[in-house]
């Protein structure tokens, strides 16, 4: 546990989903991701937009691997597109087993404390990563784009 430091990565894709998650669904998926997220030592965060979910996951190669095969299984979504996979000083969300937002009205989920923040918009240096979840969250990948030209 305190030995050598073991490296780690953190993989984000996006995807889309099937049908509109119900408030079930999202709780039964999150239910089988963070027992075994646990298990696996696996963090992150999962948000739900109109149709479309980003995701990151952290930890070790192989427990990404692992984890991520079964998000590829999952028939919920489809075109699931991996938009990042890098080695990782640090966690950026190693505070959730996995921390999940929904814009969705149909969804009632408890805000997770100090996700937020992450998710504020982009301030000073910050990793591609939180980038991308961050412009997800923050109203679209364009709109923030088209604000600054305009
Ligand atoms: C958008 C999305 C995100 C997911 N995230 C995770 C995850 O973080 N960890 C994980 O182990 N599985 C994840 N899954 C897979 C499902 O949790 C799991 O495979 C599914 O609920 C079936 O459970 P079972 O494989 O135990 O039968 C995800 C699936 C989807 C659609």
Do not use: K
């Amino acid at each position: 546990m305190w030995g050598a430091r073991v490296p780690l990565e953190s993989l984000t894709y996006m995807s889309a989903a099937i049908h509109r998650p119900s408030q079930s669904e999202i709780e039964h998926l999150l239910e089988r991701a963070r027992a075994r997220n646990l298990e696996e030592g696996v963090t992150g965060v999962l948000l739900y937009s109109d149709g479309s979910f980003i995701q990151c996951i952290e930890g070790t190669s192989a427990s990404l691997d692992r984890v991520y095969r079964h998000i590829l299984a999952d028939p919920l979504h489809h075109r699931v597109f991996e938009i990042l996979r890098e080695p990782i000083e640090h966690r950026e969300f190693g505070d959730w087993v996995m921390a999940f937002r929904s814009t969705g009205p149909e969804h009632t989920f408890e805000a997770e404390v100090g996700l937020s923040e992450r998710l504020s918009a982009p301030r000073g240096v910050m990793s591609p990563v939180r980038h991308l979840l961050s412009a997800f969250w923050n109203g679209g990948m364009g709109h923030r784009f088209q604000v600054a030209v305009g």
